[in-house]
């Protein structure tokens, strides 16, 4: 039912949060637990969440700070804003820094799931930019660099570097590659094999790290490499 939902809450409220991750484990739904905005910081920025909920006043760092970094960084975790404040201003602002959806307390524990299982069915829209190390692929402008020098790739070739950002540092298999470049009109393996070959060239043949890497039996993934 909860699909292994692993969520991070990020409440001041000490009472609040022992409350909904109690109701969440009867639902079998995983949450970590942060208490300040810098601990949340940390935690969004090393760990892999389906989805956060996010309190707007936060000790350390507020909710909306806490937002707008983690967008900055390129992190496209969706994010359900908690606040007890429900003027349009207040969500605006709170769209504005990359807020996904928002929930105005007090709320019912049911809503808050339900909420949670929608958001976690897709990656956030809210960011223009995915950064993995030096590498950083511009969404709207469909551009890609690394180290600050721009990457020549073809239309596909975005497109598969998306997907493995996207899901770095996760590995993809070559079925979810193909499935997002070309959906359900595929062509023959080679093609992914020449593609893949030619985004691996752009990617790091001039650069000091090897970022992606070939996981036997696994796919593809993009991660920070070892410096040669």
């Given at each position: ?67 707008e970094r983690i ?64 590498l950083v692929l ?91």
């Open positions: 039912m909860a699909d292994n939902l692993q969520l991070l809450l990020v409440e001041d409220d000490i009472d609040l949060a022992k409350a909904v991750i109690d109701y969440l484990e009867l639902e079998d739904i995983q949450c970590d637990h942060a208490a300040n905005g810098q601990s949340g910081h940390h935690l969004i920025s090393t760990n892999q969440y389906d989805v956060v909920i996010l309190d707007l006043n936060l000790p350390k760092m507020n909710g909306l700070e806490v937002c967008r900055t960084q390129g992190i496209d975790v969706p994010i359900l804003m908690l606040t007890a404040r429900d003027t349009l201003d207040d969500k605006l602002t709170g769209f504005s820094k990359g807020a996904d959806d928002y929930l105005v307390k007090p709320f019912a524990m049911e809503e808050l799931i339900v909420r949670a299982q929608v958001l976690a069915r897709r990656r956030s829209g809210q960011i223009s930019k995915l950064i993995v190390d030096d511009d969404l709207q402008e469909k551009r890609a660099s690394r180290a600050g020098e721009n990457i020549k790739l073809s239309p596909i070739g975005l497109k598969l570097l998306e997907c493995l950002m996207r899901n770095s540092p996760n590995p993809v298999s070559r079925e979810t590659l193909m499935q997002a470049v070309w959906g359900d009109e595929q062509p023959d393996s080679n093609s992914l094999k020449v593609h893949m070959f030619n985004v691996r060239k752009a990617v790091d043949a001039s650069a000091e790290g090897k970022l992606i890497q070939t996981i036997t039996g696994h796919g593809f993934a993009l991660r920070k490499g070892e410096k040669e």
